[in-house]
C-alpha cells in the first residue's frame, strides 16, 4: 500500500551566495529560504512488499540484445563518463599481466582511479595526487596541496580530469584545479564543510554537494561560485553520500535524504523531484542509502536499500519499482537492467516490460560450474565487456555470464584487485593490493 506524504516546500532562484559565518542571508545575489518553507509537494514513495528473493530461470533463447560494444581510451570521471552508466567495453578476455609497476604510494590509495587517454591518476588518504605515466612506466608527478597542519589528517578526494586539468574536493572543505601537465595550482577554494559527493563538469561549470546536502556550482576557470542550492539537510551520516550525474543539458542530485532533483544545468531551474526515504524518523537504522545513480538516454536508474526504480528522465514518473537491493552500482544495457542483490542473486530486469529476463543465485552458479559445494561469495563490482557480464569478487575472482546467462568462464586473476578496474582498450587496469599498477590483457 503506498502512503502519499505531502510535506515541506522549496523556494529556489538564480544567483546564490553563501557565507560560512552567518549562513544564508539577504543580498541582491542570495536566496532567503526559511527551513519550514524550503520544501513542499514532496512524494515519499513507500510500500509494504517483501525483498525479492525469487530464482528464475532464463528461457533456453534468452540471447539477451546489448550495447555495441566500444572501445575505450579514458576514464575521466570516477565512474567512467558524466551519466555514470558504464559501456558494453572491448576486452580480450586472456588474463596476462602485460605490465606491473613499482608501487605508486605507501599509503592507501582511494578505490577509484582515471585514466586520461596517457597516465593513470590516482590519490592516496595523505592527500596525495599521484600521476603515472604507462608509456614511460614511471610517475611523472605527484601534488600534495596540503600544509603541515593537515598532515596527519586522513584526506578522501573525489577527482575529476578535463584537458590536463585535474579538480579535486575534499573532506576538509577544499576544492581546486590542478594542471598536471604544467605542474601549476590554477585555483583554490575553502568552504570550510566538507565535499561529500562525485564531481561533475558541465561546460564552464563544476557541480559538488557538501555534507549538509548543498549543491555548489562553481566556475571551472577560476573557481568563482556561481550558485548554491540548498536542500534538506541530515544530522546523521551514513555510508552514501550525495550522488550526481549528467544527461543532456539535466544535471540529476540525489542527496542524502533520499530527494533526487532534476535541474536545468543551463539556469539551474528545479524541473521535478520525488523522495525515495521510506521513513522520516532520522535514527541510524532508517538512514537512507542509495548506490550512485544512473542516467540511460531518456531514464534514470535510483537503486535504494530496499527498492530499485526506473524513472522516466522528463517528468520524474516511476515506470517500474521492485524490492530489491543492489549491493553494487547497477549497469543499463539495451533494455537490459542488471543488478547484484545482498543475497548475492543476479537479476535481469526488461526495463520495456518490466519482466524479469532471470534471477539466479551467483554462489550456487559458481559451485555448479566448478562441480563443488556452494560457498559464499563477495562482489566488488559488475561491469559488461565483449558482450559479456562481468562479476569482480572481492577475493580477485573473475565470473563471465553470456548473453544466455549461462556461466562461460570462472578465473582469478593474476593480481590482486585494490582498485576498481577499468577498461582501456581491451585492457584490464587496477592498483593491486600492494599499490602496483596491473594491466591484464
Request: charged content about 25%; some cysteine; hydrophobic content about 40%.
Amino acid at each position: 500500500m503506498k502512503k502519499i506524504i505531502i510535506f515541506i516546500s522549496i523556494i529556489l532562484f538564480s544567483h546564490c551566495s553563501f557565507d560560512n559565518k552567518s549562513g544564508i542571508w539577504n543580498n541582491s545575489n542570495t536566496v532567503n529560504l526559511k527551513k519550514t518553507d524550503r520544501f513542499k509537494d514532496f512524494e515519499t514513495l513507500y510500500t509494504k512488499e517483501k525483498t525479492f528473493n525469487k530464482i528464475i530461470s532464463p528461457n533456453k533463447n534468452l540471447n539477451l540484445k546489448l550495447d555495441s560494444i566500444k572501445k575505450s581510451n579514458k576514464w575521466s570521471d570516477e565512474f567512467y563518463q558524466e551519466s555514470n552508466n558504464s559501456n558494453n567495453f572491448g576486452y580480450e578476455n586472456l588474463n596476462e599481466i602485460i605490465f606491473k609497476s613499482k608501487k605508486i604510494s605507501r599509503y592507501n590509495i582511494k578505490d577509484k582511479i582515471l585514466f586520461d587517454s596517457e597516465n593513470i591518476i590516482a590519490s592516496d588518504d595523505r592527500g596525495n595526487i599521484i600521476v603515472y605515466s604507462v608509456d614511460k612506466k614511471e610517475i611523472i608527478y605527484k601534488y600534495n596541496f596540503y600544509q603541515k597542519k593537515f598532515k596527519k589528517i586522513p584526506k578522501n578526494l573525489n577527482i575529476i580530469v578535463e584537458e590536463n586539468v585535474l579538480y579535486a574536493s575534499d573532506n576538509l572543505g577544499y576544492l581546486y584545479a590542478l594542471n598536471y601537465k604544467n605542474k601549476k595550482l590554477l585555483w583554490a577554494k575553502n568552504l570550510k564543510i566538507p565535499f561529500r559527493s562525485n564531481i561533475k563538469i558541465f561546460e564552464e561549470k563544476i557541480i559538488v554537494a557538501d555534507q549538509n546536502n548543498i549543491l555548489y556550482i562553481f566556475n571551472k576557470f577560476d573557481g568563482s561560485q556561481l550558485k548554491f542550492i540548498p536542500t534538506e539537510e541530515t544530522t546523521i551520516k551514513s555510508g552514501f553520500v550525495n550522488s550526481l550525474a549528467l544527461g543532456r543539458d539535466v544535471l540529476l542530485y540525489l542527496n542524502t535524504f533520499g530527494s533526487l532533483y532534476s535541474i536545468n544545468i543551463q539556469n539551474s531551474q528545479i524541473n521535478w523531484f520525488s523522495n525515495f526515504k521510506l521513513s522520516l524518523d532520522l535514527n541510524p537504522t532508517n538512514l537512507f542509502f542509495s548506490n550512485p545513480i544512473i542516467i540511460s538516454k531518456d531514464k534514470v536508474i535510483v537503486s535504494t536499500d530496499p527498492y530499485i526504480y526506473l524513472l522516466n528522465l522528463n517528468n520524474g514518473s516511476i515506470i517500474l519499482k521492485s524490492p530489491i537491493t543492489s549491493i553494487v552500482k547497477p549497469v543499463l544495457s539495451g533494455n537490459n537492467l542488471f543488478i547484484i542483490t545482498k543475497d548475492n542473486l543476479l537479476v535481469c530486469i526488461n526495463i520495456d516490460t518490466g519482466k524479469i529476463n532471470f534471477s539466479l543465485n551467483i554462489a550456487k552458479e559458481i559451485a555448479n560450474f566448478l562441480d563443488t559445494k556452494t560457498k559464499s561469495v563477495s562482489i566488488k563490482s559488475l561491469s559488461i565487456a565483449n558482450n559479456n557480464l562481468l562479476i569482480f569478487l572481492n577475493n580477485s575472482y573473475l565470473i563471465a555470464f553470456n548473453k544466455n546467462a549461462k556461466i562461460e568462464k570462472i578465473e582469478k586473476l593474476k593480481s590482486k584487485l585494490g582498485t576498481f578496474p577499468i577498461f582501456i582498450d581491451k585492457s584490464i587496469l587496477f592498483l593491486n593490493k600492494n599499490n602496483k599498477l596491473i594491466v591484464l590483457n
